[in-house]
């Protein structure tokens, strides 16, 4: 689901700031959750790609 969202809308390239933030936000969330996911199943998850 997040996948479509990042592939059809611009994270950065928001039309406001509010709304710059909220994606921002929202993907920072998406990849502490995915990190916490992969952390349960003893996954190792590099800190950068």
Known sequence: AFNSFYQSVSILGADNL??????????????????NAFNLL????PERM
């Open 42 to 45: 003893g996954i190792d998850v």
């Open 18 to 35: 509010n709304q710059k933030i909220f994606r921002v936000q929202l993907s920072k969330m998406v990849g502490s959750t995915i990190k």
